[in-house]
């Protein structure tokens, strides 16, 4: 079978994030790919991973505890909008991960937003070493969810193809708004 977007996400992430890298989830949820990433990067790497509820980060440090990978991430309780106070100047990432909408079983209102995406995309993407990747899984079902897809898209486009290679990976003929997935890899 192919791999679903989610799935698909974890097979980059695979590929390309080493022992004792930095990386970024960017939208920590209920910590899976935070768990996924703190496992790739290994106790002497770092995972810095975000959120603006509270109930994330306590669903992700328990995740996290509970397979003994607390030690390598930074939980924060921000919007990916300001992620600039958590990156230092000279800080070289290989990957971060964006998981878009809202949290599973709460509040469904609290989602991602085209406008703070964005933002935060421009903010990661010169820390960005090469071959490095900045994963996003969007989701269209939801109110909102179509706008911020479009953004995400519109803005991906534009990129300069001499600076990163954009991906777009979505089935053409499943019902039911599967996720699809954009990355951008810095050449
Ligand atoms: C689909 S969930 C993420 C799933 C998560 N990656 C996992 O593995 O469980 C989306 C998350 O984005 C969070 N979120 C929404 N807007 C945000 C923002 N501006 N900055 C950071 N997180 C945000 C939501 O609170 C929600 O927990």
Redesign the pocket.
Known sequence: MLDSAQRFSHTLLTQYVKPNDFVI??????????LFLAQLVGKQGKVIA????EQ?LQNTTQLLQEHSALDQCELHL????NIYQVLNNNMSISAA?F??????K?DKT????GD?TLQ?IKQILPHLQKNGLIILVLYDGHTGGLEEKESVINYTSSLPQKEYHVLHYHFLNQQNNPPQLIAIQKR
Request: proline share 3%.
């Open positions: 989830d960017a939208t920590m949820g209920n910590g899976h790919d935070t975000l959120d603006i509820q994330a921000l919007n990916h909008a991960i998981n878009l909408g809202y949290l599973p709460a609290i989602i991602t937003n703070t935060s």
